[in-house]
Structure formats: C-alpha cells, structure tokens
C-alpha cells in the first residue's frame, strides 16, 4: 500500500500526503498558484476549469483528455500528468497553435473562460482529429462563452494545424514517467479519518470497505463531485474505483458487449454505438467531451437517477448488470435493480462491476429519443427507448423504456402488454399510447410539465412506429455487424 499520491504537474513531480479525499484539482491548482485556471460553475457546466490529463496507454503512447477540474478530486491524479494553459506555450514564450489561432481570429473578449477552451482544443488538437465543425463543435460544448460567440473559436480551431508545431515536449519520456509512477500498488492518502482510497482490484475494494464501511464509491465523480461543491457534504473517506483493472475495458461477441463498471462514456461511445445509430446520438448527447470523458457507464447505472439517460436505452435493450459483493457476483437486469427513489436492490458492499448488453437480432427494432431545452449538454424531459421483436408482422416481445417519467426509470409494462400478440400498426401503437396514459404519472418541475411528459412520451412511441414502418427511415434501424 502506498502513501503518497504521485502525479507530474507539466514535466515537475508531484508528491503529495496530506490530501484532503474531496479537495478538487481545481481548488489545488489556485492554492498552489496556478491562477489560470477559473472557477465558473463549480459543477462541470461551463467549462471555465478545464484542464487536460495525460495517461500513458497500453503501448506506451500518451492520450490526453480535457476533463473538468472543479468536479475532479485530486486524488485522482495518481499516475497521470496535469496540463494547464500555462503550459502550452513554448519555452521561449512562443504560443501553442491552438493559442496562437485564437489571437488571430480574435477568438476571447474577457478572456474569463478562454482557457478552458484552450485546454479542450488543445486535447482535441493532440488527438490527432482533422477539425470539422462538427467536431469542433462537439469538442468545446462543454465551454460556455458569454461575450465573445463562438464564431471566431470555432474558425481559430479549423485554422489551429496551419500553425507551426510548438514542441511539446519529450512525450516518449513522459510516458515512460509516468509508467514508472504506475507502480500497480493500491493507494491510500489522507489525514487521519478523511482518506482517499485507491484500489488496484475488486478485492482491494472489498477490503477497503471492510475497513470503512460507511466510505462513498466514486469513479468519474461527476455526480459526487457537485455533492461537495454544491451541496457542501463531508465524504470523509472516498474509495475511487478507476484504477480497478476488473472494471474496465468493452469485450465483445456475437450476441454481446460487456462493459465494465468503470468504463468511461467515452471509452463506450464506439462500442454502443456500434450496436444502432441512436444510441450513438444519444450518448454523444450524454453531456459534454469533457463529463463523457470522466463520467462512467456503472456509475451511471449505481447513481439511478429517474433522469439518468443511460438506463432507458439499456433497459430497452434488455441488459444486465453484473454486482460483485465480497463473496460473489450476481446478475439482475436492470430495471430490477431500482426499487423505489434513491432506493436499490444492491447491497452497500456490492458495486456495478459489468453491463451485459444484448445485441438486437434480425427480427428487433429499437430506438431511442432524447428531449431537452437545449441540444448539448442538458439534462432530459423525456428519455425514451423502446425494441420490439416481431414474428410475421406481429409483436411477440416490446420493451418500452422512460427515463424522467417516474421517481426511477422504468418499463411502461402495460403499453408494451397492448403490444404483445397484436400487429405492429397504428391501431395497437394507440392503444399502446393509451395504456400510457394510464400507467405514467410524471411530475412538473422546471424542465417540462407534467402533460407536456405525458404528451411527449406517446408521440415518440408513434414516432418510432413511424421511423420503423417507412422505408426511407427504417434502414437505420440496425447495425448488424459487431464492433
């Protein structure tokens, strides 16, 4: 077990002991004097704090990813390199292309939130992506800009690879720093009673909740994160799960995709893509770059949020959870797994440790909606998915998924019994539409009424009967090869 938390702050080695478990990287960086990183939302929103983190992959190549330091703890570093806009420019004060295209295209007024979109162009433009409008925008919809537009951004990132290569530094020699700092021990930092925990494998979790039964999971933190910097609780000891070998990665087969718990929405992206068109969408649409690239596919299912976008799209497609406890592993489905609000049939000590995802078949129909006030990064009204099975024109299985329809996400049982037996057409799509009426009652609150959900919720219904009875439309209902 080790002690110290080790990470590289731009080529410089950080050593550190005392950590607080919930102290974000952002609070570090500005009581340390690094003051170019800003606090805006303080909750993963506005992208004023981004900051890109460096991880030497399996073949000894860097990978940066731009990920928002206000809602990151700084425990979570360990074994990783720390970029900031300080660190861009050249040492003889040349500016980084991404910088320097910004100054021409007049891309900053205030210049509050520039270097957060430093930082996510930059990890784009380290992804070696050509830039497309859709790409850039997808890059920075983390970022909020009030003053400047986005215009001239977007014009300096397409312009960012005219721009001279700035050396960036010996990444070969990072990568092997940062190997030799991943020394594969589980860590333990804190004082006294307040610990951050990080284990290597499942039975170091085991053990470490054995040690502190009351301790919180963490992985991404993109929920727990706003628990701290919003809600001001004490998590005296967090126990962070990305680190566990076991709870990573996508394995495929010909029926299957098994993620695991700890897989980041980013990492998955491809993968659920793979398996229909909407999904892709949808997750592409599951927050920012920046949230996609923490935020993890078991956290996700664990947290259980009624407006959980991830539960609907998996419900509907039948999948299972895998629960790995100090013992054993047992597998729910999904929708079993949520009893009531904040309410689970899982044990304290058991954790998401894999998503076991059914692929559709020839005979399977699905897709998925997402209705929001705005297109990025928002939070649902409505999530829905629905798959039906068909055999000779008839319904003889339907799985219809609601996400922001009830205290936890659930399957329209009765709509999809006015399914079952009866021909796919708009007459049993109606009487399905009815049976919802009936069986939803969803709340009011400041992202939809109530009769606007009701509404919503039998209108997607009719409109997957439509996307998927009209030729033009229904040759993207599958995508049958395998990832």
């Known amino acids: 077990m080790r002690h110290t938390l080790r990470f590289l702050l ?11 478990p919930t102290q974000t990287v952002l609070a570090w960086l500005r009581a340390n004097g690094h003051t170019g990183t800003k606090e805006g939302c303080a909750e993963g929103d506005c992208g004023a704090c981004t900051v890109v983190i460096g991880r030497a992959d399996a073949d000894g190549a860097m990978v940066y990813r731009a990920l928002n330091a206000c809602i990151m703890f700084v425990g ?68 909020l800009c009030r003053c400047t537009g986005y215009r001239p951004i977007v014009d300096a990132a397409l312009c960012m690879h005219d721009y001279p290569v700035v050396d960036a ?27 951050f925990i990080a284990p290597r494998d499942l039975a170091g979790v085991q053990q470490a ?34 680190r566990v070998s076991e709870l990573q990665g996508i394995a495929t087969s010909p029926t299957t995709l098994i993620i695991g718990g700890a897989t980041t929405h980013a990492t998955a992206l491809s993968g659920l893509a793979a398996l229909h068109a909407d999904i892709g969408e949808l997750f592409r649409r599951f927050g920012s770059c920046l949230i996609r690239n923490a935020s993890t596919v078991g956290g996700n299912i664990a947290n259980g949020s009624p407006i959980g976008d991830s539960m609907p799209v998996l419900i509907a497609l039948g999948a299972e959870v895998e629960l790995a406890g100090p013992v054993d592993r047992r597998r729910v489905v999904l929708e079993a797994l949520y009893r009531d609000y904040q309410e689970q049939a899982r044990a304290s000590n058991e954790l998401v440790a894999r998503i076991v995802v059914p692929r559709l078949s020839a005979n399977q129909r699905f897709g998925c909606y997402k209705l929001s006030k705005r297109f990025d990064q928002d939070i649902s009204a409505v999530c829905a998915a629905f798959r039906i099975t068909l055999d000779a024109g008839r319904v003889i299985e339907a799985r219809l998924a609601f996400g922001g329809m009830a205290a936890i996400p659930i399957r329209a049982r009765r709509a999809e019994a006015a399914l079952v037996g009866q021909a796919w057409n708009e007459a049993s799509v109606a009487a399905a539409r009815d049976a919802l009426a009936e069986e939803l009652s969803p709340i009011s609150d400041m992202r939809a009424s109530a009769s606007y959900r009701q509404r919503a919720a039998a209108q997607l219904l009719h409109r997957f009967w439509v996307e998927t009875t009209t030729p033009e439309t229904s040759t993207r209902v599958l995508a049958a090869e395998p990832v």
């Open 169 to 195: 530094g010996d990444t070969a020699a990072i990568a092997a720093r940062l190997r030799a700092l991943d020394d594969g021990e589980p860590m333990d930092v804190g004082d006294g009673d307040r610990r």
């Open 209 to 242: 909740l054995a040690r502190h039964p009351t301790a919180r999971l963490v992985a991404g933190g993109t929920d727990v994160g706003l628990w701290v910097t919003k809600q001001h609780r004490d998590l005296a000891v967090l126990i962070h799960l990305s």
């Open 76 to 143: 979570m570093l360990d074994g990783a390199q720390l970029l900031t806009v300080a660190h861009l420019a050249a040492a003889d004060g040349t500016l980084h292309p991404v910088q320097q295209a910004l100054v021409d295209h007049h891309g900053s007024q205030c210049g509050f939130c520039t270097p957060g979109f430093v930082m996510s162009l930059y990890s784009f433009y380290r992804s070696g992506q050509t830039p497309t409008r859709a790409g850039v925008s997808d890059a920075i919809a983390g970022n």
């Open 10 to 20: 731009g080529d410089t080695l950080q050593e550190l002991t005392g950590v607080d």
